[in-house]
Nanobody, 115 residues
Framework: QVRLEESGGGLVPTGGSLRLACAAI????????MNWYRQTPGNQRELVAT???????EYLDAVKGRFTISRDNNKTTVYLEMSALKPEDTGVYYC?????????WGRGTQVTVSS
């Protein structure tokens, strides 16, 4: 069984920065990708950033240039560095681990950006 533990959310003012972390605990294939999703008030969950096994990254247009996704060398922890935060970035941020056989989700961490 794999579980994902997220941390790093909180309350920051507009323009501030936060670093989210998600640790994957358990046994899983190294052939995987990890993602950050978010659900902002009144909206559906959306994909924010992706980090694949080969190291490539992709971002939601709204966060390009402000957010950076990275992984540790063991590929068991994924980070999301968020800067120049805006009130519209407020929401619950979820980590996802996707493998060829399964997918796992974290419980989410709240990010609140005050105006």
């Amino acid at each position: 069984q794999v579980r994902l533990e997220e941390s790093g959310g909180g309350l920051v003012p507009t323009g501030g920065s936060l670093r989210l972390a998600c640790a994957a605990i358990g046994s899983f294939t190294s052939l995987n990708e990890m993602n950050w999703y978010r659900q902002t008030p009144g909206n559906q969950r959306e994909l924010v950033a992706t980090h694949t096994t080969d190291g490539s990254t992709e971002y939601l247009d709204a966060v390009k240039g402000r957010f950076t996704i990275s992984r540790d060398n063991n590929k068991t922890t994924v980070y999301l560095e968020m800067s120049a935060l805006k009130p519209e970035d407020t929401g619950v941020y979820y980590c996802r681990l996707f493998t060829p056989l399964d997918e796992y989700w974290g419980r989410g961490t709240q990010v609140t950006v005050s105006s």
